[in-house]
């Protein structure tokens, strides 16, 4: 499989395991039989609330001699609650994942909370950037990687200027930000700002999210696996849509996540790493960005808190 290579030479397999919204019961299995096909890439979060049952199928696999740990890539976020206490959340994900260290640490969202609450449930319950500074955070996160509890650190959900904005204070750089992408949301500034920094991306939501909460859905969204154009080149190359939508990522040298606890899924995905699309197939791609995200933010932007939609994502 493809990866990318830090400065360091470690690789990160291009295609991985995605587990938000993976069920207690079902991530077990889910992680057991993604390792036995081939998977060396699982994304996990503190919030998502299955890193113990995660850590078990990852310690069963590795007594099972199906994986040695050295082989796998393991990475985690910082829930938005914990910007203070950067080294107490890590230590508390990787008892839960029974693991030593983690490959990579990324911190959730630029929107730190109060401490005491893991969601807001009024305005002041999100603090502002001047409250809790993303350069405090960092340093927090900063510490963690030279204790060697993270081999290396990065952001989610960072647009081109909180990125440029949190470069200057920071003696390690951010390596990677994972972000939302797919053909209905492209992101090109963001993709060459990255390239320009030698910022590698993941894309989260890469089929479109459609099991996500409904609360969280709009009305008449659109559906990135019946888009025609996809479809028909899914068609040509007898594959489908999905496997076309993930190819779109690898061939970009973007990592993707896509979740699945299906094993036939996993499978279906995991192939999707070699599959090669022609210059047409992405010009065709192209064509398709409608600056339309499915995880929108509003949940850190209510009236009377410190974010709007504008400022949070600083731009669309």
């Known amino acids: 499989m493809k990866t990318l290579t830090f400065a360091n030479g470690d690789q990160l397999p291009i295609l991985g395991l995605g587990t938000w919204k993976s069920a207690p019961g079902a991530v077990y299995d889910a992680v057991r039989e993604a390792i036995r096909i081939g998977y060396r890439h699982i994304d996990c979060a503190a919030i998502y609330g299955n890193e113990a049952e995660i850590g078990r199928a990852l ?6 001699g199906e994986v040695k740990r050295e082989q796998l890539w393991l990475t985690s976020k910082l829930w938005n609650s914990d910007h203070s206490r950067v080294g107490k959340a890590l ?4 008892r839960d994942l029974q693991l030593d260290y983690l490959d990579l640490y990324l911190i959730h969202w630029p929107v730190p909370l109060d ?3 893991t969601f807001p449930s009024k305005p002041s319950d999100i603090l502002s950037p001047a409250q809790q500074p993303y350069a405090a955070t960092w340093r927090g996160m900063e510490e963690v990687a ?4 993270a081999r290396h650190i990065g952001v989610s959900n960072f647009s081109v200027k909180k990125l440029s904005d949190l470069l200057p204070h920071c003696e390690i750089k951010p390596e990677v930000d994972q972000v939302e992408l797919h053909p209905f949301f492209p992101q090109p500034a963001l993709v060459r700002y990255a390239a320009e920094q030698n910022i590698h991306l993941t894309a989260y939501s890469p089929l479109g999210s459609s099991d996500r909460p409904a609360q969280m859905k709009g009305k008449d969204e659109p559906s990135l696996l019946q888009d025609p154009v996809i479809a028909t080149i899914a068609k040509v190359h007898g594959v489908t849509p999905a496997q076309v939508l993930l190819a779109w990522h690898v061939t970009r040298g973007i990592a993707v996540i896509p979740k699945s606890v299906s094993p036939a899924r996993l499978r279906e995905n995991l192939a999707a790493a070699e599959l090669t699309l022609s ?3 992405l010009e065709r791609i192209d064509t398709l960005d409608r600056q339309f995200r499915y995880v929108d933010g509003s949940l850190w932007t209510p ?7 504008q400022t949070l994502w600083d731009g669309p």
Request: net charge positive.
């Open 91 to 94: 230590e508390k994900t990787l």
């Open 59 to 64: 310690k069963d696999a590795e007594r099972a």
């Open 303 to 309: 009236a009377g808190g410190p974010y709007t939609l």
């Open 146 to 149: 030279r204790a060697g509890r």
């Open 115 to 117: 401490p005491s609450v």
């Open 279 to 281: 210059i047409g197939d």
